[in-house]
């Protein structure tokens, strides 16, 4: 395989990569199952999601990423190793380059963690591009334009809103509420109204099916099972649209101030230009139920949820990759 580069979303919900002529090749939960035992890697990917909340004591699956970063660098590698090898698949006469997409305000040494475990899982070389830039390249936007673009990226361990003109970040933020924040807010709002105990995955599932980000005139219901907090025992109940916009409005109050915020600290000829053109939104969480619409009402300027949202990043460092010499400005670091 010729593959010289590869272009990685290393989100905390999902790992995504992208490949130069054919795409997204890999769409993945980033998830490792491990054996306590002897500390070997039992799954990765799909395959480990599926063992969330349902392994024995010798078995442990988690997200070694959080908040957008690395909580695990050892899993991490072993999970960037995996996605690669993966990716590229058979024998590889040489090492790729590999970009990889993380989140603006993540520390200089988180992001040194980044680009050693890239290394170590099998790069030749690791740059690293900021996700608001690699969402606004992947959704099309003209970022070299001496115009601003505003984008939000809502993935599942963070969200990032930011300002961007001629190839940069004009005024960003990072706040660490996205998906997974959701859930937990939901699983919580369940078992404080119904008695009522459910898992991560059962969340994620009535967030999807039902959720939305502003109340609903007709309501759409979901049967739901979970453990009864008073008895022990496995019940079945029904849960509302309603119930999941109760449950997730502080987060939905923290991702709609952090957006006042930015747009407070832009340049008044880039707050122009964001009036007229609008806020982009990409990422898997920008798919809930009329968030667009609350971020429109809440700050008067039109919002536009990006075709393929969820692939916007992904693609974003696959077209850098490929545009190296047109993008330099825009990338941060390199080893």
Known sequence: MFI?????????????????????VINEPSVVAVSTIDKKVLAVGVEAKEMLGRTPDTIVAYKP????????YRTTEIMLRYFINKALGGIRLFR???????????????????????????????????????????ASIP??????????????????????????????????IGGNKFDAAIAKHIKKKYNLAIGERTAEEIKIEIGSALYLEDKLTMEIKGRDMVSG??????????????????ELEGIVETTKAVLYNTPPELAA????????????????????????????????VADESILCVAKGTGITLDNLEAYKRSILTTK
């Open 233 to 250: 025992l496995p019940r079945s109940i029904i849960v509302t649209s309603d119930d999941v916009t109760d449950a997730i409005q502080n």
């Open 96 to 138: 790729p380059k590999v970009m990889v997409a993380v989140p603006a305000g993540i520390s200089s040494t988180e992001k040194r963690a980044v680009i050693d475990a890239t290394i170590a899982a099998g790069a030749k070389a690791a740059y690293i591009i900021k996700e608001p830039i690699a969402a606004a390249i992947g």
């Open 4 to 24: 010289k580069h590869i272009g990685i979303d290393l989100g905390t919900a999902f790992t995504l990569v992208h490949l130069p002529k054919r795409g997204i």
């Open 143 to 176: 970022i070299g334009s001496a115009s601003g673009h505003m984008i939000i990226d809502i993935g599942g361990g963070t969200s990032e809103m930011a300002v961007i003109s001629l190839g940069g970040i004009v005024t960003s933020t990072s706040i660490r």
């Open 273 to 304: 230009d964001i009036i007229d053109k609008g806020i982009v939104m990409s990422g898997g969480s920008s798919l809930l139920r009329n968030i667009d619409k609350l971020i429109s009402r809440t700050t008067g300027v039109p919002v536009y």
């Open 65 to 72: 990423l959080k908040d957008g970063v690395i909580a695990d």
